[in-house]
């Protein structure tokens, strides 16, 4: 009768000094109601957290002690899983005990009622016997014990032996049951043998347990047992309605992700679950922990600018050491930057017990000066840095600024991200900046929160192995051909591998991509549903053996550091390889097909793009044996095979069918373009330009395709034209294909060039000198060369370049001469002729061999290609070598054989001239100037000034072709007697030979100037 809503309402005020809110009313006295009714023995109040839950625990323990008597509850034990956690329930319930046993009448209780923490399990083993034997004195005291649950383990209690009767007496209230009581462990059948619920058969302890976030387990365990197998919390106040009501601040407003934008190599082949998986290791990871904590620093330093109260944030850490290192980190960098206006002595890091940094044993007292024992020492801190300890149950109403580090997932991520949402005075939204979290992860986490939760009990039989029988591998033992558990086989080590393969380049604050219905909503709808993925059953002590010390690397992991690679394997790599090449060499479809689903395949083909040869030869074999459940891997294996067929085999028709077929597949999948290049498709190809002669590839598939032969179409045919669609394929994968297709172009653009001074010219004898002059030339390009008529294309280059076109179409022939002794012979042509040029008696072996050559071209005529083998008519044209000897001044060289050179030899340079004179314009006027060089300059050089007779008619002939004498003035070598006339000649003599000399000199005003005008030439000549 005592316990009606008003009174605990007032309860309720008295204690804590605030108006409570009506579920807090409504729980309490449902409770217990329920308990004087004998209803039920256990009890779920589902609160959802910063709702006042440990307010509801305290008003439950104050009426159990008020009505002890007619209840018949002398002893409350408040179990708590963390000593954090422990100690913060302690001192509310402790405070809001002491306000009423001081309170007026009615509500004061007896004075003998007490608040007491067991410390450790010595004292709660004191305090249980001190209870049991004050019942059994028949004065029992009326107690609230708080103490964690780890501590009904230990050695000190497990001689203690519970009374019925106290176990009858004594209600047990265990907070944050969804993660301390899973499945009836082994610390919650601890607890229950300790208290004695063995001694009560048929209805054990009373429980009244609380949690934020129910789990299958915490329903399945305290939960009410309703119709059709459903279990629900006792009483409910969700999420939901207590963001609806305002009890809590919005969570969901300022929630923003912070990605992590790696830029590491190709990562064309990464799935979303890859890149997923990547983004949460690299949260995670210390190596870019500075990058993160500056990045909290830069956002929580201005942001707290412009409030009434001094705000406080906290960083969620992955672990006890992290911790250390994130907060020394942080207090260095605000020591740096003083703009940010966070003082470095009030950023505090929160974690339990000691640890080993650097050789060092690290606590919270040498980290900040003193140890954080409660949260009253916590809320003194600007920022805070937590590892588990003021994660849950941590109530400041000034914490606004929440950055999450580790990832958070099922209840523990609501409980978390609930920290800052309490009300107070001038607090804005609460903020949060997840690190860890991905594409509303931590939203989704918090969606069945938002409204009531039921529990349908369901089993799963798991599934028997070969023997009929559950098949479980012994712990420690590495499966039958997988490598024992050392450095490089363990998850973590594979997975600092795949750290140390990526980069980060910067963080990127953005929204969720997507918002779960249930939480964007915020409306009351049908319960969710939970399940359990198999039926509870106690686990026995024997069962609890020693943890793993290294979780053997899984191939998800294994394929995902080898998809990454963007250089050559280390060992560690390629022990991973060869893991994965294990298990595909079993052929068992069930892992095929699982390797298949992570993109084993493209692994594989990262592998063959960076790794050496025996990489790639454990990459293929693992290939082949996926082709038949992976159709990438097929792509790659047909690949594989017709390179290495047209590399191969000796019948060009093969050779041309495989190209082609691999072409088509690159073409399909582009991206195995750079697979074929490290695979050799590129040299194969270039190779096949010159594998095979003219005369097999003329008649490799007569029939068939007989008219797209070299026999027909030359450099057009069908083969050469699949060789060379297969390096263009390769793109810019294959540097040597490249190469070889742009010294293709680069020939074609010489050929097509005719006019003197093309600065394209230039251009593309500048490529194809720098590529083929380079040490590092292969041979097979420099067989490309010739087969693309490099020697001809050249000998162009000599008629229309000018002197640098020249020496770079010379450079490319003296490299092509390593191949063929022609285009060695050919790249001395200029010098040569140079040389002969510039002759005097008698001509040098040399210039004799030069002149011969020049004779050969001059005197032969070119014959008309028809069928390639047989000639049937002349061509009156010259040949492009004996075009390149005239642009390179044949015809001023033969000029000075004439002079210079004995009868033969003069012969020889009469014929050349007369050869050429219908190609070169200037050779009939010089024919017709002089009969015989040496006898006209001879005469000239012997007769007297001025000139008379024989020697004034030779000077009038030249006068005549003075155009031509004047352009092979230096062959003759008659300038000095030219200026000699100038000076002491007549007027004739002067007038003829000062115009030959100024048109061989025009352009040079100090030559003009001196041609040889006497005292009254100009005046005359302009007369």
Same mark, same amino acid.
């Given at each position: 009768?005592?316990?009606?809503?008003?009174?605990?309402?007032?309860?309720?005020?008295?204690?804590?000094?605030?108006?409570?809110?009506?579920?807090?009313?409504?729980?309490?006295?449902?409770?217990?109601?329920?308990?004087?009714?004998?209803?039920?023995?256990?009890?779920?109040?589902?609160?959802?957290?910063?709702?006042?839950?440990?307010?509801?625990?305290?008003?439950?323990?104050?009426?159990?002690?008020?009505?002890?008597?007619?209840?018949?509850?002398?002893?409350?034990?408040?179990?708590?899983?963390?000593?954090?956690?422990?100690?913060?329930?302690?001192?509310?319930?402790?405070?809001?005990?002491?306000?009423?046993?001081?309170?007026?009448?009615?509500?004061?209780?007896?004075?003998?009622?007490?608040?007491?923490?067991?410390?450790?399990?010595?004292?709660?083993?004191?305090?249980?016997?001190?209870?049991?034997?004050?019942?059994?004195?028949?004065?029992?005291?009326?107690?609230?014990?708080?103490?964690?649950?780890?501590?009904?383990?230990?050695?000190?209690?497990?001689?203690?032996?519970?009374?019925?009767?106290?176990?009858?007496?004594?209600?047990?209230?265990?907070?944050?049951?969804?993660?301390?009581?899973?499945?009836?462990?082994?610390?919650?059948?601890?607890?229950?043998?300790?208290?004695?619920?063995?001694?009560?058969?048929?209805?054990?302890?009373?429980?009244?347990?609380?949690?934020?976030?129910?789990?299958?387990?915490?329903?399945?365990?305290?939960?009410?047992?309703?119709?059709?197998?459903?279990?629900?919390?006792?009483?409910?106040?969700?999420?939901?309605?207590?963001?609806?009501?305002?009890?809590?601040?919005?969570?969901?407003?300022?929630?923003?992700?912070?990605?992590?934008?790696?830029?590491?190599?190709?990562?064309?082949?990464?799935?979303?679950?890859?890149?997923?998986?990547?983004?949460?290791?690299?949260?995670?990871?210390?190596?870019?922990?500075?990058?993160?904590?500056?990045?909290?620093?830069?956002?929580?330093?201005?942001?707290?600018?412009?409030?009434?109260?001094?705000?406080?944030?906290?960083?969620?850490?992955?672990?006890?050491?992290?911790?250390?290192?994130?907060?020394?980190?942080?207090?260095?960098?605000?020591?740096?930057?003083?703009?940010?206006?966070?003082?470095?002595?009030?950023?505090?890091?929160?974690?339990?017990?000691?640890?080993?940094?650097?050789?060092?044993?690290?606590?919270?007292?040498?980290?900040?000066?003193?140890?954080?024992?409660?949260?009253?020492?916590?809320?003194?801190?600007?920022?805070?840095?937590?590892?588990?300890?003021?994660?849950?149950?941590?109530?400041?109403?000034?914490?606004?600024?929440?950055?999450?580090?580790?990832?958070?997932?099922?209840?523990?991520?609501?409980?978390?991200?609930?920290?800052?949402?309490?009300?107070?005075?001038?607090?804005?939204?609460?903020?949060?900046?997840?690190?860890?979290?991905?594409?509303?992860?931590?939203?989704?986490?918090?969606?069945?929160?938002?409204?009531?939760?039921?529990?349908?009990?369901?089993?799963?039989?798991?599934?028997?192995?070969?023997?009929?029988?559950?098949?479980?591998?012994?712990?420690?033992?590495?499966?039958?051909?997988?490598?024992?558990?050392?450095?490089?086989?363990?998850?973590?080590?594979?997975?600092?591998?795949?750290?140390?393969?990526?980069?980060?380049?910067?963080?990127?604050?953005?929204?969720?991509?997507?918002?779960?219905?249930?939480?964007?909503?915020?409306?009351?709808?049908?319960?969710?549903?939970?399940?359990?993925?198999?039926?509870?059953?106690?686990?026995?002590?024997?069962?609890?053996?020693?943890?793993?010390?290294?979780?053997?690397?899984?191939?998800?992991?294994?394929?995902?550091?080898?998809?990454?690679?963007?250089?050559?394997?280390?060992?560690?790599?390629?022990?991973?390889?060869?893991?994965?090449?294990?298990?595909?060499?079993?052929?068992?479809?069930?892992?095929?097909?699982?390797?298949?689903?992570?993109?084993?395949?493209?692994?594989?083909?990262?592998?063959?793009?960076?790794?050496?040869?025996?990489?790639?030869?454990?990459?293929?074999?693992?290939?082949?044996?996926?082709?038949?459940?992976?159709?990438?891997?097929?792509?790659?294996?047909?690949?594989?095979?017709?390179?290495?067929?047209?590399?191969?085999?000796?019948?060009?028709?093969?050779?041309?069918?495989?190209?082609?077929?691999?072409?088509?597949?690159?073409?399909?999948?582009?991206?195995?373009?750079?697979?074929?290049?490290?695979?050799?498709?590129?040299?194969?190809?270039?190779?096949?330009?010159?594998?095979?002669?003219?005369?097999?590839?003329?008649?490799?598939?007569?029939?068939?395709?007989?008219?797209?032969?070299?026999?027909?179409?030359?450099?057009?045919?069908?083969?050469?034209?699949?060789?060379?669609?297969?390096?263009?394929?390769?793109?810019?994968?294959?540097?040597?294909?490249?190469?070889?297709?742009?010294?293709?172009?680069?020939?074609?653009?010489?050929?097509?060039?005719?006019?003197?001074?093309?600065?394209?010219?230039?251009?593309?004898?500048?490529?194809?000198?720098?590529?083929?002059?380079?040490?590092?030339?292969?041979?097979?390009?420099?067989?490309?060369?010739?087969?693309?008529?490099?020697?001809?294309?050249?000998?162009?280059?000599?008629?229309?370049?000018?002197?640098?076109?020249?020496?770079?179409?010379?450079?490319?022939?003296?490299?092509?001469?390593?191949?063929?002794?022609?285009?060695?012979?050919?790249?001395?042509?200029?010098?040569?002729?140079?040389?002969?040029?510039?002759?005097?008696?008698?001509?040098?072996?040399?210039?004799?061999?030069?002149?011969?050559?020049?004779?050969?071209?001059?005197?032969?005529?070119?014959?008309?290609?028809?069928?390639?083998?047989?000639?049937?008519?002349?061509?009156?044209?010259?040949?492009?070598?004996?075009?390149?000897?005239?642009?390179?001044?044949?015809?001023?060289?033969?000029?000075?054989?004439?002079?210079?050179?004995?009868?033969?030899?003069?012969?020889? %340079?009469? &014929? *050349? @001239?007369?050869?050429?004179?219908?190609?070169? /314009?200037?050779?009939?006027?010089? !024919?017709? =100037?002089? +009969?015989?060089?040496?006898?006209?300059?001879?005469?000239?050089?012997?007769?007297?000034?001025?000139?008379?007779?024989? %020697?004034? &008619? *030779? @000077?009038?002939?030249?006068?005549?072709?003075? /155009?031509?004498?004047?352009?092979? !003035?230096? =062959?003759? +070598?008659?300038?000095?007697?030219?200026?000699?006339?100038?000076?002491?000649?007549?007027?004739?003599?002067?007038?003829? %030979?000062?115009?030959? @000399?100024?048109?061989?000199?025009?352009?040079?005003?100090?030559?003009?100037?001196?041609?040889?005008?006497?005292?009254?030439?100009?005046?005359?000549?302009?007369?």
């Amino acid at each position: 009768s005592w316990v009606r809503r008003d009174r605990i309402r007032k309860v309720l005020e008295l204690g804590s000094q605030r108006t409570p809110y009506e579920h807090q009313v409504d729980g309490v006295v449902n409770v217990l109601k329920a308990i004087a009714a004998g209803i039920d023995r256990r009890f779920l109040l589902y609160y959802a957290p910063r709702t006042g839950k440990t307010l509801v625990q305290a008003t439950i323990a104050y009426s159990l002690l008020r009505l002890r008597q007619e209840l018949g509850f002398s002893l409350v034990i408040v179990v708590n899983d963390r000593e954090a956690l422990d100690s913060q329930s302690f001192e509310v319930v402790n405070d809001f005990i002491l306000k009423l046993k001081f309170a007026p009448a009615p509500w004061s209780l007896p004075q003998e009622a007490c608040v007491l923490r067991a410390d450790t399990a010595v004292e709660l083993r004191q305090l249980l016997e001190a209870s049991q034997r004050l019942l059994q004195a028949g004065s029992p005291q009326p107690m609230v014990v708080f103490t964690t649950l780890q501590k009904f383990r230990s050695e000190s209690l497990a001689g203690y032996l519970p009374t019925a009767e106290l176990a009858e007496r004594t209600l047990v209230m265990p907070d944050e049951v969804h993660r301390s009581h899973k499945e009836w462990g082994v610390l919650t059948r601890a607890m229950a043998r300790v208290l004695g619920a063995g001694l009560l058969p048929g209805k054990g302890l009373t429980y009244v347990a609380l949690t934020g976030t129910p789990s299958s387990a915490a329903l399945d365990s305290f939960g009410t047992k309703l119709s059709d197998g459903i279990t629900a919390p006792f009483h409910t106040y969700h999420l939901g309605a207590a963001v609806r009501e305002g009890r809590v601040l919005d969570p969901r407003v300022e929630y923003f992700e912070v990605r992590s934008i790696l830029a590491s190599g190709d990562r064309g082949s990464l799935s979303s679950m890859d890149a997923g998986r990547l983004q949460r290791l690299v949260s995670c990871a210390s190596a870019h922990l500075r990058e993160r904590v500056a990045c909290i620093l830069e956002h929580f330093g201005p942001a707290r600018e412009g409030l009434i109260y001094i705000a406080q944030g906290m960083v969620v850490c992955n672990s006890r050491a992290e911790v250390v290192q994130a907060t020394r980190c942080a207090r260095q960098i605000a020591r740096d930057r003083p703009d940010l206006g966070i003082n470095p002595g009030l950023i505090l890091g929160a974690f339990s017990s000691g640890l080993p940094i650097d050789g060092e044993r690290v606590d919270e007292s040498q980290l900040n000066g003193n140890a954080l024992k409660s949260a009253a020492d916590a809320k003194r801190a600007h920022l805070l840095f937590v590892a588990h300890k003021f994660e849950t149950g941590y109530d400041n109403p000034s914490l606004t600024y929440m950055y999450v580090l580790r990832s958070l997932s099922g209840p523990l991520a609501t409980q978390v991200l609930l920290r800052h949402c309490g009300k107070r005075v001038g607090k804005p939204r609460p903020v949060t900046l997840d690190f860890a979290s991905q594409n509303g992860q931590a939203l989704r986490a918090m969606d069945m929160f938002f409204g009531d939760v039921i529990y349908r009990a369901g089993e799963v039989v798991p599934k028997p192995g070969p023997s009929g029988d559950v098949a479980r591998r012994p712990q420690g033992q590495p499966e039958e051909g997988r490598p024992a558990n050392n450095a490089f086989a363990s998850r973590r080590a594979v997975e600092q591998l795949l750290l140390g393969r990526i980069r980060l380049e910067r963080l990127e604050m953005q929204r969720p991509m997507s918002t779960p219905p249930r939480v964007a909503a915020s409306l009351p709808g049908a319960p969710h549903e939970l399940s359990v993925c198999k039926a509870p059953r106690p686990r026995e002590l024997a069962e609890v053996g020693p943890p793993r010390a290294l979780a053997l690397s899984d191939p998800c992991t294994d394929v995902l550091l080898l998809k990454i690679l963007n250089s050559p394997l280390n060992d560690g790599e390629r022990m991973a390889l060869q893991r994965l090449v294990a298990k595909a060499e079993r052929g068992h479809a069930g892992m095929l097909k699982a390797l298949s689903k992570h993109g084993a395949a493209f692994a594989m083909q990262q592998v063959i793009c960076v790794g050496n040869e025996g990489d790639r030869e454990q990459a293929m074999s693992a290939i082949f044996k996926l082709q038949d459940v992976d159709t990438h891997a097929k792509a790659l294996a047909e690949l594989s095979q017709s390179i290495k067929v047209a590399g191969q085999d000796m019948n060009p028709s093969v050779c041309r069918d495989e190209l082609v077929k691999a072409t088509g597949i690159i073409q399909v999948k582009p991206d195995l373009a750079r697979v074929a290049a490290h695979l050799g498709m590129g040299g194969i190809a270039l190779n096949s330009l010159t594998r095979f002669s003219s005369m097999q590839l003329s008649f490799m598939d007569f029939g068939s395709s007989s008219f797209d032969t070299p026999f027909f179409r030359g450099n057009d045919s069908g083969f050469y034209t699949a060789a060379w669609n297969a390096m263009t394929a390769l793109g810019e994968h294959d540097l040597e294909a490249q190469k070889a297709l742009q010294a293709k172009e680069d020939l074609q653009t010489v050929s097509s060039i005719t006019e003197f001074g093309d600065a394209r010219l230039t251009l593309a004898l500048n490529r194809l000198q720098t590529s083929a002059a380079t040490p590092n030339c292969s041979v097979m390009f420099l067989k490309m060369l010739e087969h693309r008529d490099t020697k001809e294309v050249m000998l162009h280059a000599f008629e229309v370049g000018d002197d640098d076109d020249v020496q770079k179409a010379a450079a490319v022939l003296k490299s092509l001469g390593q191949v063929s002794a022609k285009a060695a012979e050919l790249a001395l042509l200029p010098e040569r002729l140079k040389s002969l040029q510039g002759a005097r008696p008698p001509l040098s072996a040399s210039q004799v061999q030069t002149l011969g050559m020049v004779h050969r071209e001059a005197v032969a005529r070119k014959r008309h290609p028809f069928f390639g083998f047989m000639s049937f008519f002349d061509d009156d044209e010259p040949s492009k070598e004996l075009c390149a000897h005239i642009g390179l001044g044949a015809v001023f060289a033969m000029l000075r054989v004439l002079f210079v050179g004995s009868d033969t030899q003069r012969e020889a %340079a009469g &014929e *050349v @001239l007369d050869a050429v004179k219908d190609s070169v /314009q200037a050779v009939p006027g010089l !024919l017709r =100037a002089f +009969g015989s060089p040496r006898k006209d300059v001879g005469l000239l050089a012997s007769c007297a000034l001025p000139t008379t007779g024989s %020697a004034r &008619e *030779v @000077l009038k002939r030249w006068g005549q072709h003075a /155009q031509q004498i004047a352009a092979v !003035l230096p =062959a003759l +070598g008659a300038e000095g007697r030219l200026r000699d006339m100038c000076a002491r000649g007549d007027e004739t003599d002067r007038a003829i %030979a000062g115009h030959i @000399l100024r048109l061989a000199h025009r352009g040079d005003p100090v030559e003009e100037a001196a041609a040889g005008e006497g005292p009254d030439a100009k005046r005359q000549r302009t007369r």
